[in-house]
């Protein structure tokens, strides 16, 4: 080894205690685990002050997590839009969100009747909601009342409280909880869903749910009312049909297949002794005038 080589060596040693400073120039070594608590030993006790310095620091700083969770700041720390694009996701945040409701849910769902595993998944949340005292409104489309599943369903949550109503044309899917979080749909993905807690915005929701409330009609299956509905629903059609639209899309509005819709243009077409399509829009355009 070179000088250079060997200065380095014997500053490393005596850095890590194996080498000690004796008398003159002499330099003595030292047994490694007198070394080992020499310099170990002193960065070992550093260390666990610093860890329990951290611990208590840490807990000062959480005891005051109670207060910051009840806190405004706290609040509007979360995300005031939130982008579902998950089913499982959507129906996730409904459960907590219905969990947590003390006042009321507000509902629209359209599309007519409501498939057999979501108003599986929905019964029994909904129950414990109103079991809670939780008010509870749901609006359907009138073509939700020709669905026995539907009907039960309706028949269940209204014994407990809930107020259900229908219409007749297509609105959006959403959901409020205690005028604080809507849910709405997602464009473009029928199984997403938006997160709103933007206070102005909800109270819009809000406010258009109302309106919506307001033009609708209370459920009810009796044969009378069924017959009733269903006189609205061919309005709803010949409303649709003047105003141009293909089978698909007044199916589509209205929340039926469009094997229903057709036969119900059908009935129509007879009623207005039409042989096309065309001659009915005619007729219905011309009797819409004279009304």
């Not at 907590?96 to 849910?105: G, K, P």
């Not at 809670?132 to 209204?158: E, K, N």
């Not at 709103?196 to 299956?221: C, G, Q, S």
């Not at 057709?262 to 007729?283: K, N």
Request: hydrophobic share 45%; glycine share 6%.
């Amino acid at each position: 080894m070179s000088p250079t080589q060997v200065s380095a060596a014997v500053r490393e040693l005596l850095a890590m205690g194996l080498l000690r400073s004796g008398p003159g120039d002499e330099l003595r070594a030292v047994a490694p685990e007198d070394a080992v608590a020499c310099v170990v030993g002193p960065l070992d006790r550093d260390i666990r002050a610093r860890r329990a310095l951290a611990e208590q620091t840490r807990e000062a700083i959480m005891a005051f997590l109670p207060v910051f969770e009840t806190s405004q700041f706290s609040r509007e720390k979360e995300s005031r839009f939130e982008v579902l694009e998950e089913l499982g996701q959507v129906r996730a945040v409904i459960a907590d969100l219905t969990a947590r409701t003390h006042s009321e849910i507000l509902t629209a769902q359209p599309g007519g009747a409501r498939g057999e595993g979501i108003l599986k998944e929905a019964t029994p949340r909904d129950r414990a909601a109103l079991d809670r005292g939780v008010r509870m409104r749901v609006l359907y489309q009138h073509t939700a009342r020709f669905s026995p599943g539907t009907a039960a369903y309706v028949d269940q949550v209204s014994e407990l409280g809930a107020q259900v109503r229908t219409l007749d044309d297509r609105f959006s899917r959403l959901l409020v909880f205690d005028e604080e979080t809507a849910i709405i749909s997602l464009p473009g993905n029928h199984l997403g869903a938006v997160v709103v807690r933007e206070p102005h915005m909800v109270a819009f929701i809000v406010e258009t749910y109302e309106r919506l409330w307001l033009a609708a009609e209370p459920y009810a299956v009796a044969f009378g009312a069924r017959a009733e509905v269903a006189g609205d629903v061919q309005q709803a059609i010949v409303r649709l049909l003047i105003e141009g639209l293909t089978d698909a899309s007044i199916a589509t509005r209205l929340g039926m297949s469009v094997r229903t819709c057709r036969r119900h243009i059908a009935d129509i077409m007879e009623e207005l002794g039409a042989q096309s399509r065309f001659q009915a829009g005619h007729l219905l355009t011309v009797r819409a005038r004279q009304d």
